[in-house]
């Protein structure tokens, strides 16, 4: 699957495939306290059914939670931490993992000129990679566009979508903005570099 997205903001976003059709819609409205909640969806014959998870961005007092994505390991009636969800092992660890549906660990990393790759824990094999780079088929063929590019793999495609949209987020809030191509590999050994702590869940 090769999804473009209009426009790349993670908050209020499109994901569509290359001949044009949309899959997943993401809007974000602010409640009355001022926390934001994003509701994630894909095209369904009802309302409910087209929620694939429901994300409620944490704040000075309140850490972020996902909600109604009964994929998530974990999850409640009251969802589950987004810090339980996609984890790290480093406290300094930018890398962040998440246990698949099919009982593998997915490991989401940002790559020197290449942009932010999803790697299986087992095999390393390569399972989706997120990058702006220049559009050779369908209906963007010949533009640069922002892609996620994910390939036949045994995990759900929403949990994919789901942890990736929280991994883009926290990543803009760290760099004011996408930054894909950053300047070295971050986590060059692959979970974190030095002892920041063993396990766990480090950071939300």
């Not at 290359?18 to 993401?26: D, K, L, R, S």
């Not at 095999?123 to 390939?151: D, H, M, P």
């Not at 990543?171 to 030095?194: F, S, V």
Request: net charge positive.
């Amino acid at each position: 699957w090769i999804y473009s997205w209009f426009p790349i903001i993670p908050e209020h976003t499109v994901l569509v495939s290359t001949n044009g059709v949309a899959h997943y819609q993401v809007k974000t409205t602010k409640t009355a306290h001022g926390r934001r909640i994003t509701k994630i969806r894909r095209p369904a014959e009802s309302e409910e059914a087209s929620i694939v998870a429901v994300v409620h961005w944490g704040n000075w007092d309140k850490p972020t939670v996902v909600r109604q994505c009964p994929l998530v390991t974990g999850a409640s009636s009251n969802g589950v931490l987004a810090s339980e969800f996609l984890y790290k092992k480093h406290q300094f660890s930018s890398s962040r993992y998440f246990l698949g549906d099919d009982s593998i660990e997915y490991r989401w990393k940002f790559v020197k000129g290449v942009g932010c790759v999803l790697k299986r824990g087992d095999s390393k094999e390569e399972v989706a990679r997120y990058s702006f780079t220049l559009s050779e088929e369908g209906l963007y063929a010949g533009e640069r566009k922002s892609r996620l590019n994910i390939k036949a793999c045994s995990v759900e495609l929403d949990l994919i979508v789901v942890s990736f949209l929280i991994m883009l987020k926290k990543r803009r809030e760290r760099t004011g903005g996408d930054n894909l191509l950053c300047a070295h590999d971050e986590d060059p050994q692959g979970d974190g570099g030095g002892d920041g702590g063993g396990g766990g869940n480090a950071g939300s």
